[in-house]
Structures are given as C-alpha cells and as structure tokens.
Nanobody
Framework: QVQLVESGGGLVQAGGSLRLSCAAS????????MGWFRQAPGKEREFVAA????????SYTDSVEGRCTISPGNAKNTVLLQMNSLKPEDTAVYYC??????????????WGQGTQVTVSS
C-alpha cells in the first residue's frame, strides 16, 4: 500500500520560511516524479513543484520560482520543499504527490493527506 506522509506545515508571518517534508513508502519510486500541489479555499488544486528521481530534474510553477526549492531528503523516497519569502497568497493545504515520470500530466497520482500552510500578513 502506497503512503505519502507530509509534515512541516504551520503558521508563519509574511516573509518567513517553512520546510515541508514528504516520506513515501509502499513501492519502488525510481521511475517516479514526486512533487507538491496546493489548494487554497475556493480554488482548484494547483501544481507547485516537482522532482524526477531518475535525473534530478526539477520544475516549479511561476509564482514560487526563486522562492521555493524542491530537493531529495536524507532518507530514501523523501522529498523536501523549502519555501522562503512566503506571502499570504501562499496560504493553502499542501499535498505531496507521486506519479510515474512518463505521466507529465499527473493523471494517475498517489496523494498525501495534506498539510496546512498559513501565511499571515
């Protein structure tokens, strides 16, 4: 059974930083990409960042480019999202996701349970 477990969310003031962590288990992820999506109240879930395990390639949505960094964690199948210079509009539930690296549209996804990030102004 595949599980993705997030941690690291919380409340932070604008301009502050948070680091999210996701630990994946239950299968081999060598041919997968892992990433983060977020969903703010009343909005659709949106892509934030992803990393492909096979080649280390990363991608980001424009609104977080330069402020966030996705990277492998020290433990196997762990991914980190370092978020700096946080803005109130970054407030959302952040979901860890895993999808095969040959599925660039993220159509068949394993999801974590989500972790709340709240940025106060």
């Amino acid at each position: 059974q595949v599980q993705l477990v997030e941690s690291g969310g919380g409340l932070v003031q604008a301009g502050g930083s948070l680091r999210l962590s996701c630990a994946a288990s239950g299968r081999t992820f060598s041919n997968y990409a892992m990433g983060w999506f977020r969903q703010a109240p009343g909005k659709e879930r949106e892509f934030v960042a992803a990393i492909t395990w096979s080649n280390g390639r990363t991608s980001y949505t424009d609104s977080v480019e330069g402020r966030c960094t996705i990277s492998p964690g020290n433990a196997k199948n762990t991914v980190l999202l370092q978020m700096n210079s946080l803005k109130p509009e970054d407030t959302a539930v952040y979901y860890c996701a895993a999808s095969r690296s040959d599925d660039p549209g993220w159509t068949d996804v394993y999801w974590g349970q989500g972790t709340q990030v709240t940025v106060s102004s």
